[in-house]
């Protein structure tokens, strides 16, 4: 792996609420052109990992880099695509204009979007396949559709580096495809995609990385070298390695309880 | 009309649009009772801002107004932080809290002041002409057209300019955050907006119910209208014409001004929550019931395709048998049928039913089980 090429670094972190550690001395390395996913158990910090990386919640301890400089100063080169449920769908706008939003880092403060933004805006649900849906209150989209939106948006963004928390969560079969073969489309355009993810099953076949976590880092590498039973035990507890690895899909019946089934 | 009676109606409806324009933010941000709060704890803003400048017109009392409106924000945003009690508890704890030092501040050491308590609670807009705005002796009109005309320019600037960030920071606060839009100073910044249009406006129709014209025209938009554009707008319209209907019932009850606009206010809310288009309680009833017909026109297809073509279906087709397998009354059987013959799903041919292609092809596609096993 060329050092180099870090696209996201992150060392010592440490996130506390109230003196109660919620990630605990985490060092991290995102090599550019990969698609990661984030795993671990319910309450491991995977969301939190996320918005501290992004800037969202300040560090007790410890320091992201994105391209070897401060979030600041990189804001652009960082799109985000946050839980669905972390939005008001009945807010009175149509997904185009959720879309444009994706633009508003590159216009800044006062500027308004025109038609260079509409463009690349109607560009980005094309790619998505959402470009019939453009006028459509948001409110009517269904699920997967809500979600096709939010990934628009963050391609609208046109950054380099993706994080995407759960974009899998609650969407239908074609959605579910759809999105990763757009993941797959920015890795293979040299882009970095990180994935909080909680389906244990489907990581070796969607990612080429993953990262387990569980308040401290477990593992994080390739997928095959993250994904032994040491690990797994280590973050998931017994539970898990006495069935195997090979039985991930009967894993943390409380987690998935609320996902669709896939492949159905 | 005299030029009285048309300054009053003036006054009333600017006041009324510069309200609505922000409410639509508050309410969009599910805040609207932070506009009940900060319009209460204004009056500390006030008194303080008195004290200082001994004089009860001094726009440093805007300013102190401006900042406890935020320190309100503020402290709701604190205590709600500590996850100790709940947004609604907060911010009942907050402004009774700064209110209440304003009363004992008011009575204690303004008492011979003109900071009337029921002034500040009820307003008087009957008496708004008489204060007028005569710079060097020159009469130009009631001083508050000016203040709420001021006022509503500067709202309108202030959602013109930051239209964007304010759209995303209300929408989606983290984006706004990542993108570096600073969403905490747009919300102190919309909190100071509100803070100084419910200052200007409840000398004119008191405290309490300057919030029925900041959260009511914005809460009926949002049931009519679903874009961010056409909800300011119609808002606003809503705002202007709450004002002007309630002027003229206060004239024709011979009541207070500012308890009609806010009544009208409240009833056009009513109406539009019965008879929003689409949101509608009347709307969302009618569709119900819609649904309930057309369900029950496709269990009656859904019976007449399973016995299609077989050797009782000469018996089950019938309608006098709906009533005996479907156990439906003999009134909601024959209004099925009708509804089902009048949609065209259906043909009847004395008692008995059939089917028609139309019928067919759209009991299959709500009931693919049977169209599978035809099929096989």
Known sequence: ?264 | METYTLEIILIAVVAAAACALPGVFLVLRRSAMLADAISHTVLLGIVLGFFLTGDLSSPFLVLGAAAVGVLTALLTALLERTQLVKNDAAVGLIFPALFSVAIILISRYAGDVHLDTDVVLLGELAFAPFDRFAPFGVDLGPRGLYVMGGILLINLAFIGLFYKELKLSTFDVGLAAVLGFAPAVVHYMLMSLVSITLVGAFDIVGSVLVVALMVAPAASAYLLVNRLPAMLALSTGLGALSALTGYLLAFLLDASIAGSIATMAGLIFLVSLLFAPEQGVVAQLRRRARQRWEFAALMLNAHLLNHEGSREAEQENRASHLTDHLRWSPEFASQVITYAQRSGLIAVEGDHLRLTPAGRQRTLKHYPSSGTLEGT
């Open chain 1, 1 to 264: 792996m060329n050092q180099a090429n870090l696209a996201i670094e992150i060392t010592d972190l440490t996130i506390a609420y109230k003196e109660k550690p919620v990630l605990w001395d985490v060092d991290l390395e995102f090599p550019e052109g990969n698609l990661t996913a984030i795993v671990g158990p319910n309450g491991a910090g995977k969301t939190t990992l996320l918005k501290a990386t992004l800037g969202l919640i300040p560090p007790s301890a410890g320091q992201v880099l994105v391209f070897g400089k401060p979030l600041r100063q990189q804001r652009r080169l960082v799109g985000y695509v946050p839980q669905r449920g972390s939005v008001d769908w009945d807010f009175p706008t149509s997904a185009l204009d959720v879309v444009m939003m994706g633009r508003y880092g590159h216009l800044g403060w006062l500027r308004r979007p025109g038609k260079a933004e509409r463009d690349l805006a109607m560009q980005a649900l094309h790619s998505v396949g959402m470009q019939d849906f453009a006028g459509r209150q948001i409110s009517q989209l269904s699920g997967g559709q809500q979600q096709r939106v939010f990934l628009a948006r963050a391609l609208a963004q046109d950054a380099a580096i993706y994080l995407m928390d759960e974009p899998f969560q609650g969407v239908d079969a074609v959605t579910e495809r759809a999105i990763l073969e757009m993941m797959r489309r920015l890795r293979d355009e040299g882009k970095t995609v990180i994935v909080v993810h909680h389906d244990l099953q489907s990581v070796p076949e969607y990612f080429d990385r993953a990262v387990l976590l569980n308040v401290r880092k477990i593992a994080s590498g390739p997928v095959h070298e993250v994904f032994t039973d040491d690990n797994l035990r280590a973050a998931y507890g017994d539970r898990v390695t006495r069935l195997g690895a090979a039985a991930l899909p009967q894993l943390e019946p409380e987690s998935r309880a609320g996902l669709p089934v896939m492949g159905k």
